[in-house]
Structures are given as C-alpha cells and as structure tokens.
C-alpha cells in the first residue's frame, strides 16, 4: 500500500504546478488572448519567491514565509504578464510573438538580477516548509497518507484555485463576460461590456496564477533556483489543450500527466513496475501520444475558444 | 489562424524540451548571449562578493586569461574550480586577469574569444572543458606564442582525424574514476549496503565516475567480507534540475537506497531535494558540495584549482609541461574526497589515508569504459554487489 501513497505524492508533485498554470492559461486564452509566455512567467514568479526565501531564510522559516512568498510570485507573474497584455490588447501584437519575448526575457533577466544582488546566478532556499502529516486528517485510513501526508500548503491552494476557477468562469458574472469576450468580442462589446478591461483581467489572473505554479514546481524539486523551469509552461499548455478549456478537464488531464510523469520517473524504486520490463520511455510517451490522440479526434470540433489569438478590434463586425 | 498558433506553439514546447534536455541547460546558453566580454566595474566586482571579475589591468594588459565554456565562473563546479585556481595564483603574484564569456558554444566563437583575450594581452589561457578540444586545437597554430591550459581534453581536428598537442598546449585529464572509487568505497565502509548512482548525461567524463564508484563499493564489501551490495545505476540524461530527477531519487529512497551519488550539476540538487524529503544521505562530485546540503556526506571531488594552480605556476617558472597530456590522478592529489567537511560516523581519516596510498601504489585496476558502451553491467564483473542498471 505504501507504494501506492508513494506514487500518488509523488504525482502530486507534478500535477498540482501544471494544473494550476495550465488554469492560469485557461483564464488568459477563455478572454480571448494566447498566453505562451506561461513558461517565462513561471520562470519570474520562481525567481522572486524563491529570492524572497533566501533573503529572509535565516530570520523567518515555515508556513508563513512560504504564504508571503506565494503572495510576492502571484504578484510577481501578474506585473509580468501586464507586458504581455499590454502588447496583445493595447497594440494588437502578434500574442504568438509578445508572448515568445516574455518567455526569452525572464530567464536572462533572473540571471542578471540574482547576480547582481548575489553574485551567483543559482538561489539557494531551504526548504522547510513539506508537512510530515497535518495534524488529525493525516491519521485518517486511505486519504490521509494520499493527501496529508509528506504534503505541502500549496497542494490544498491548487485545489482551492481550482473549485475557485470553475466557480467563478461558470457561476459568476464575470466568468460569463470572461467567455463572451473570447467567444465573440464584438458581440460581447455591442451588449456593452468592456472587453479590453476583460481581456486585461483574463491575462493578469493567468500570469498570477503562473507565477505562483513556477514557486510550486521549484520548492520541492531542488534545493536552488537556477532560471530554469524545465519546459513546464509548455506542458502546461498541453495540459490546457488535453483538457479543452474546462476546468474539471484541466484536473482530470494534469492528473493524467503528473500520473505518467511520475511513474516514468520513479518506476525503477517500485519493485513490481521494474520487474514488468516496460521501458521507461513508454510511460515518458504517453502523455504526449494522448495529447496527439486527443487533438485528432477533438480539432473538428475544437472546445478552444474562438476569439483566442485574435486581437480584438472595435471597428469589426 | 487557430492551427497555426497550435502548430508553433508545439514547435515552441519541443525546442523547450530540447534546450531543457541539452547539457548547460537553456538557462545558461541565453545568458552567455549576454556579451563577449565581462566589464570589470568596479560596482559589479564589490556585487560579485566572493568572485572577482578581474584584476586591474597591468600595461600589457590582463596576462592571465579563462574563456568559459557554457558555464559561467560561478557555476560551481567546472569554471569556478578552474577560476578559482587561476585567480589564487594571480593573486599572489599580482599578475593581471579576466574571465571572457563566449556568445555561444560553437568552435567558431570559443576561437573568436580566444582571439580576444589573446588581444587583450593574454600569455597564458586556461580554457575548461572537453568543449574546447577543437577550438585549441586551431588556436594552438594560430597564436603560437600564447599558452593554453586545456581542462578535460586534448587538442583534436574536428573529424577527430588527427590528434596534435603542440608545445604550447598543456591538456588536463582526470581519473575520475578513482575519485568515484573513494566515495563508493567510503561509502561500503561507512556501512551502506544500498548505493544509488544518478549520473547527468552519458560523457565520458561521468561514466567513470559511474564505474568507479561501483568498483570502490566492491573493494570495500570484498575488505568487509560483505556481499549484497546493491547499487541503483542511471543516467538521467541532462545536468537539470527537475521533478523527474527528484522522483527517480525519492523512489530509490522509498526503496531502502541509503545514499546516492548525485554526479551530473543540478542532477543533485534534485537528489538533495529528495533525500531531505526521505532523511537520506547524498554523495556530491566534482567539488565540495557539502555546504549545498545537509544531507552531503562527501563529495567526489576534481582538484581542478589545484590543476590549473600547478599549471599556472609551471608555465611562470618557465617548466610549462606543453606538448603532452597531465593527467591528475591520486598520484599527484588530482582526485580525493574533502575528509574535513565529510560527515563520516565510522570511515576515518586513518582509513581514507590507507585506500589512498593502495590506490596510488597501483593495488587496484579500474576498468575504463569500453567504446559506445555506458552500461556498467556490461563491463564490469563484480560479486560482491548487484548493479542494477535503469536504463
């Protein structure tokens, strides 16, 4: 059984930062803007948290400086994304493009800055913030080893944002101004609603969300930061596309990768997966033959929203 | 318009995945864009701290010269050992130096900034990595009155068709198989009975230390009179940090490994991770790692400070030992285990002093790799341990 818990923590791991990002980009793409700078913004959000860690590791430890440290990357990937919304809404950009920039400015912009300050370009943090077992519901049979134990905050702040995100895009206000806005921007404008104000908002929350997915991928995967996020923004967007747009199906498909992801990779500690003889390149493919499966049969009749990429104009009906 | 974002975006993912995949990483590459040439300002060298950029510059400009591979001198391993040699002895003998960064890893631009540095007045450059065997090997005809410290390599063409090592060259090898040797032997004696091994990508380089490590566990189980040594054997295929690396670890971990020897970079930060998480022990390479983590027993360390000291020293009292290849070995304390910042319980000073000496009268034969194999249960045969190979 432990075994079990073992690789549900593990997939845990890799399945609370790509669901929370690929929401991130979800709410970015529902109001009508790409978001492919969700790598870059990962990248930014890391860096500051994870500054903000090594600067204040040796007066403050624990929950509290990782929730501050949480709050300084969501702002962080927030800030950062307003380049981005500004060139896609604002100028019209190519948001293919804008977003490409972002994604090749974060990396060399962290370096320079940890430099700067530090000298070295890798941030060291220490990471004391992994629960052993969260007092009382860590004791329950079956659910507690899966989900209170060897856990981390953020595990539980995936799961909010994410009855937080379907909440809001299905059963508010501006979740339904959200998706006409990515849907049909004139028709959305006609009925009097701002769209560039929309589109701004569908951008910030994804570059927030972000942010706080880069902090959530580093902590428990190394002990410094080095400007690296090893592609996981772009997985994030493969997740958002595995997933259609939708936020229970973003859940279902991060589940679906972090599964894979962390059974290719720790197979070989598992005895009865090692002695079955599947080459790790198997389980490391199928997350991406799914994704290709899914979109063959899916792209007739795309879930994407049908606004998305394109620039909104005012003038056209 | 929809397919065609959908279309450069995984074109986007896959370069992503490709850079993240290659060696330095996609990180480094992008910040050695930055610029050829490092300014020595004054400001940057009061932020760099610990790390000096350059000295001032004496009339002839800086004598003294490192062209980084992909790395930067920080990097803590390669450049910085390097650096780190270099500058001590400069230091202390107040001669002029400076780092120069190439804009990207190609033969052509580690040529271009040999060029510079050598405009830049440089007598002697020290240029780390087995990257530079091509750009040294045309460097060493066209500046033949500058001498060059090659680290991890020696001088070839690029179709590897001829091999010239001109007197104004000076390559450095390393065994690192007997620095893997001490560490897995160390750690036997130490009393671990499950190793793990997580080398970064297949070079030659790692596989040694991969081998060497298996056969220094070997040594110590045969000296014990000990079997069942297990060793976990893989190579993760890059030098990055990431959830898979920590998992690959976390695993080894749940299953009863006890240390793992964490040989590729950042590889190890992911083992780190992992081994805080399960309250396991790290073995760290190339430097001394032990104040990354905690969790670091000791490291398999290249003397490489010490190498390009001796090689700097050399070449100003005129013995510059050019036209054939130095190797470092325990011969000449190349290799070796940092014994004060080790946290050993059981494994002594007095012992590390004994398999030491018996490595270096020669008691042991390691086996090198053999050619297109980086399989150690295809070369190796040993009785005392199992090695089991993750492919």
């Known amino acids: 059984m432990s075994v079990i818990y073992f690789i549900f923590q593990q997939t845990m791991l890799f399945t609370i930062p790509l669901m929370i990002v690929a929401l991130g980009g979800m709410f970015s793409e529902r109001s009508g803007v790409v978001n492919i700078a969700l790598e870059g913004i990962m990248i930014m959000g890391a860096f500051t948290g994870i500054l903000f860690l090594n600067l204040t590791g040796g007066s403050m430890s624990g929950q509290l400086q990782l929730i501050l440290a949480i709050l300084i990357a969501m702002v962080t990937g927030g800030v950062f994304s307003l380049t981005h919304a500004y060139a896609a809404i604002n100028m019209k950009a190519d948001q293919t493009i804008s977003g490409t920039a972002l994604n090749m400015f974060a990396p060399a912009f962290a370096i320079f800055v940890a430099r700067v300050i530090q000298g070295v370009q890798q941030v060291q943090f220490n990471n004391t913030f992994r629960i052993d077992s969260v007092p009382v519901l860590g004791k329950i049979p079956v659910l507690g080893p899966m989900l209170f134990q060897n856990a981390y905050i953020t595990t539980y702040l995936g799961i909010i944002i994410l009855l937080v995100s379907a909440l809001v895009l299905y059963r508010t206000r501006f979740g339904l101004r959200l998706r006409a806005c990515g849907e049909h921007p004139q028709a959305a404008d006609a009925a009097g609603i701002n769209v560039y104000r929309m589109q701004y908002a569908g951008v910030v929350i994804s570059g927030a969300l972000a942010g706080l997915g880069g902090l959530v991928f580093v902590v428990p995967t190394s002990t410094n930061f080095n400007a690296d996020v090893a592609g996981y923004g772009f997985l994030a967007i493969a997740v958002l596309i595995f997933g259609q747009w939708k936020p229970w199906k973003i859940l279902g498909a991060s589940l679906f990768f972090g599964l894979m992801k962390a059974v290719a990779a720790a197979y070989s500690g598992i005895p009865f997966l090692a002695s079955m003889g599947i080459p790790s390149y198997l389980y490391k493919m199928v997350p991406y033959i799914a994704t290709m499966v899914v979109l063959m049969f899916t792209s007739k009749n795309s879930q994407a929203p049908r606004a998305s990429g394109i620039p909104f104009d005012k003038g056209q009906r | 318009m929809k397919r065609r974002v959908l279309a450069v975006l995984m074109a986007a993912a896959m370069t992503a995945s490709l850079t993240a995949c290659g060696g330095g990483g996609s990180a480094e590459t992008t910040q050695a864009a930055g610029g050829t040439e490092t300014t020595a300002a004054a400001e940057q060298e009061k932020a760099a701290g610990e790390t000096k950029t350059a000295s001032e510059p004496s009339d002839g400009g800086y004598e003294l010269a490192l062209v980084t591979d992909l790395g930067t001198i920080d990097d803590k391993s390669f450049n910085q050992g390097a650096w780190e040699g270099l500058t001590k002895y400069a230091e202390e003998n107040k001669i002029s130096y400076k780092y120069y960064q190439p804009q990207e890893g190609t033969t052509d631009s580690y040529l271009e900034t040999i060029g510079l540095a050598v405009e830049g007045g440089a007598k002697l450059i020290v240029c780390p990595g087995y990257l530079f065997e091509e750009p040294v090997f045309l460097a060493q005809d066209q500046f033949k009155d500058t001498h060059f410290i090659l680290l991890d390599g020696e001088p070839h063409s690029g179709d590897y068709s001829e091999y010239r090592t001109n007197d104004n060259v000076m390559p450095i090898l390393f065994q690192e198989d007997q620095a893997g040797f001490l560490a897995g032997y160390a750690a036997v004696k130490e009393g671990y009975t499950k190793l793990g091994f997580m080398g970064g990508m297949a070079v030659p380089a790692v596989i040694r230390f991969g081998y060497g490590f298996i056969e220094g566990a070997e040594a110590a189980a045969a000296e014990l009179g000990v079997s069942g040594i297990e060793v976990m054997y893989n190579y993760t295929g890059a030098f990055a940090a990431t959830p898979e690396a920590q998992s690959m670890a976390a695993s080894w971990y749940q299953n009863g490994t006890e240390v793992i020897f964490g040989c590729g970079g950042a590889v190890g930060n992911s083992v780190m991770a992992a081994a805080q998480e399960k309250g396991a022990k790290v073995i760290g390479v190339d430097v001394d790692q032990s104040f990354e983590s905690e969790t670091v027993i000791t490291s398999a360390m290249k003397l490489l400070s010490n190498s390009v000291y001796d090689g700097v020293k050399a070449f100003y009292d005129g013995s510059f030992p050019g036209g054939k290849t130095s190797v470092f070995t325990v011969e000449n304390e190349g290799v070796g ?52 190979y993750v492919e």
Request: hydrophobic share 40%; net charge negative; charged share 25%.
């Open chain 2, 337 to 388: 285990l940092p014994m004060d910042t080790s946290k050993f319980e059981t494994f002594t000073q007095a012992d590390y002093d004994a398999i030491y000496a018996k490595l270096v009268a020669g008691e042991f034969e390691l086996v090198q790799p053999s050619a297109d194999n980086i399989d150690p249960t295809a070369d190796l045969t040993v009785s005392a341990t199992t090695i089991k």
